[in-house]
């Protein structure tokens, strides 16, 4: 194989994060994210929400982000709003269930949830004999590699705050979001519109780590204490720490981020060229040309990529995922192998 | 501060895993544990086994490794059966019970269990409605320092397969353990006499990472499932692999442990020879001397560590922590000062 | 209001489970279902499956009935298929995820599952990222009043046998589906085609109470301690002993649903004479007749019913459920009303 | 066997209440507690409570109602605080666990908590890697007996109060607690000091059924969705509406209680005639006489009861239980086969 656009954490980390493991690594430091590099990383972060009084934690992946962070916001009866295509509804063995809840799903063409969607859940549920949704999970990025506009999210939250739910919203690939050009998004906007969310650093050039921002003051307290009940309070923070402080120095982060969002409007661009239609408009690091199966065949022996649905009888739509670490090479390289 | 003894992860990894992350950062891997490093780590393990055919699972830390593994095994009304003093019982906020399970504790003089123990409970849960133990939960070392011999934890494997309960070792320092003077133990002798255990890497040189060993077919089946549902199935996996292939290369794991304890070992001496006793017999990695409490209070100024427990009215117990990257400068002063 | 057909537990017990209460009150018995009058219910319901050795535990309703069946089928990470109508799927706030397990509906258009329906569940969880189908739920009659042929039950059982599954069947209006004309199962059939159901007493003439049928031997083992520990376990087991008891000698319970179901019959006829149709062919004790707004607002002053779904602008299906103590008069007098 | 003293349920109700079941069987009533005979009930039972504002609920049996309530009330990381001997410890197969929370137990000689208990649990629970202790369980009478005073009962909700804990009492035998020679609580009282109770009907000559008193305004929201989801609303709540009803009506309840107690303190007398000691002293409907073994078996053979715990190596304590139903010409004629 040549090259996998398989997914955004087939690398390792940035160098400037090895770097930093390196420097600081015989320091002795207290664990459990009270080292001075976690903190050094919290008030950097901080910087970025024009002084609203958020809380930060780091944790280890996307998985175990969202059902720490949904679980300890709902009470044993409550459940979740996720489009069907939401990562905690699909891709997560069932560990939002695990915790006790259910998940109330539904369908989207784009994977995002508009106001109308969440209306119509909240409406069918009421009676005690049903669940009482109270969190609204999203994606930004979505799992279709949409992002949304200030407005929309304005909208989902303005709805949510007249009808006593918390939006959640899971930014495992946020990075590609903010950077899009259809963004107009900035992290302090969306600590003002959602009550939790989270920053994606395993997807963006970190070797681990996500870090939980936590603005809705009720949903505060004894964090810190879900995470050590489900496994993810890590004995040595420092090293997500770590991640989130080289990240967030001269804003790495967003450089990164946009470094796969330009590698996929490269592929994109040469794709349309060659008369390609795609599942879904390319807007962030995640794209879904439609291609013959036969040229899909060929593709294979080169490149990884998942296929991810049949269009057609003849037809299927690929996924290919760029990253922070995409050579353009490779890039340039598809395209021609493409023609 | 001069000096902390305060834990075994106060630093960060052993040069040799930086360095490896270092070389190995660009290459494209598989996510998931299924990258090339994960598997020549797991070759690299498995070779402790004698050709016991074991499972090989890295996780990222000791809590998450203990409610998976333990959660994996455990039909519903099942319970654990585990030393009050036992890391579950105490110091994981209530990981175990968040997964539905009882842990029947037993109080032990030296944190270890031996058979009339679990007897005891066995024999006490004599009808349906009680839960019904299955699982015993054993540390080696144990959180006070001790360490299992050979022969007790034969006694304890028989009594288990003779009672179908299932024995289950948390190794988060079996590294000091090991190489403990008193040790007569291998990990192929644990695999044969336990049916799931962990060799931790946090607290001996990794950045973090736990290795779960399963050798009872009978629960291999879908543990990365279980993984995934609890968020214990890192992205990276790489990033656990490297951890394991390092330490497993020439010994080092070994290596680092001795170290550990020679360090340890060469604390207690000096502290007995300054006319001190102990609370439990420094055999390993973790030390419990006791002191008068305005000794206590003046060590403190220069060093880290926790006060244990008190002893009397006028003296505690304070419990020190070496590691792989204890510096012998600094138990070489921490014995001049206390003089 | 003149009369209730909201359901089918609006009147107490047939008067046989009263006077049987009466007659056996100051016998002293064993709890928890060990009573001489639970074992002789056992063996006379025993009689019922052609010497098939099925186990019998009887429960107090049906919410607790499935909640404690399933759990005590599923390992952590599996899941349970239902239509998007199954009872556990909408209306037992949540009670199977909060036992840690996802259902997996689907939508249908009669309220049953077909084996493609299962097929198509089955092929999309092809991952470890994913849940795993382990349960296939269906009810008898389903939420809609739909009854299930022999053939059908036939075919999915097969299906989930050839696939490793469970196949459960919800029976809280058994009766009434076990006597519809369209029905060809009998009790025996049941107990062959699937590996747990419950037959439901609490919606066919007892005070309270369902009784588990399990006739998987591999489902069988501590039933009883699951029960326990979901509070399932009645200490005067007695109560529901003489349900059951009274329900089967002289298959009182299947002259029961046969009322019901001819008090359905009847019903539906009037309302088609009158010119209406229905939202679903009605075959079992719960009929759908649409009929304009206007007419179900100058029903309701007479008249108890749920108003289950809007048909057009200006037409709604409701749901009359008629039960074993219908008066048949309140059935003539309705048909007269509607005039 | 002549007579069963091994428990307080095993006869049916007292007629007064299948009297009223067969009364009402035919009324038409709504489901799910909303019954005209709930809310009869309800506000019989509240007038016990000097004009206070509880809430009531009528649930089936002693785990349920525990679960239930304990896990209403509980975050996930949060503890309750039990005597070894508490029902929900030993008793209920991990119910409480199962909903995913630990209970602290204490060692207590007489079944009763006191303060320095308590104390002693919060204080051992003072940091973030522990569950942090919320709810107080105590019962009353215990399960060996003793009943609590009005002051020592104070002092526990003060302690209570004063630390952010919730005191919650179990009453499955509260009626015979409250008619002890010993109690000097009310109903009212009971409410004014703890949070959250119950009303024990199954053990009071109930056929089934117990009375949740949620007296803390914070507890009481959407307690009827938590009812549903653990399978504890019973469709036809008419059933339980009924036990309490006439419980109440005249004050029954007590004057059963006082029934048993008179029994019990009747065998009691004739024990300590023959010169018997007793492992506690007897002052609620439970008693636990101290006899040499071989006199335990001779009584075995007429006698229904339990044998509680070894007192040296030739006696052993028995448990005998009377109830509402207990026959006075039992009591005489075991006092006479004891000579």
């Known amino acids: 194989m040549k090259y996998s656009f398989k997914n955004d954490y087939s690398e390792g980390a940035h160098t400037r994060i090895l770097e930093s493991l390196m420097r600081t690594n015989l320091v002795q430091e207290p664990g459990y994210g009270e080292d001075s590099l976690s903190m050094e990383a919290r008030d950097l972060l901080l910087r970025k929400f024009d002084g609203r009084d958020v809380d930060i934690h780091f944790t280890s992946g996307g998985t175990q982000t969202n059902l720490v962070s949904i679980s300890s916001i709902l009470r044993p009866y409550e459940s979740v709003i996720a489009p069907a295509s939401g990562h905690i509804a699909m891709h997560e063995a069932g560990a939002i269930e695990s915790t006790g809840h259910k998940i109330n799903t539904v369908d ?11 209306k119509a859940v909240v409406d069918a549920h009421d009676d005690e004999h049903m669940v009482t949704p109270r969190v609204v999970f999203v994606s930004d990025s979505t799992e279709v590699g949409s992002v949304y506009s200030k407005r929309e999210l304005a909208e989902l939250s303005a709805f949510c705050k007249a009808n006593g739910l918390y939006l959640y919203l899971d930014g495992a690939r946020l990075g590609s979001a903010l950077t899009s050009a259809q963004n107009d998004l900035s992290l302090a906007d969306i600590a003002e519109l959602v009550d939790m969310f989270y920053i994606g650093g395993t997807k963006n050039g970190a070797l681990l780590g996500e870090a939980v921002i936590i603005s809705n003051d009720a949903l505060k307290e004894d964090f810190r204490i879900h995470m050590k009940q489900k496994g993810a309070l890590l004995a040595k923070g420092r090293v997500l720490g770590i991640q989130f402080l080289e990240l967030f120095k001269d804003d790495l982060f967003f450089e990164l981020a946009r470094h796969a969002n330009r590698m996929a409007m490269k592929l994109a661009e040469g794709i349309k060229n060659r008369g390609y239609e795609f599942l879904t408009e390319p807007v962030s690091n995640q794209i879904f040309p439609i291609f013959p199966d036969p040229l899909i065949e060929k593709l294979r022996e080169n490149y990884g990529f998942y296929v991810w649905d049949k269009v057609g009888t ?26």
Do not use: H, P, Y
Request: hydrophobic share 45%.
């Open 108 to 118: 989207t063409a784009d994977g995002k949830l508009r106001v109308q969607d969440i």
């Open 314 to 339: 003849e037809r299927s739509a690929i996924r290919l995922v760029t990253s922070w670490a995409t050579l353009e090479d490779a890039v340039d390289e598809f395209i021609v192998d493409l023609g």
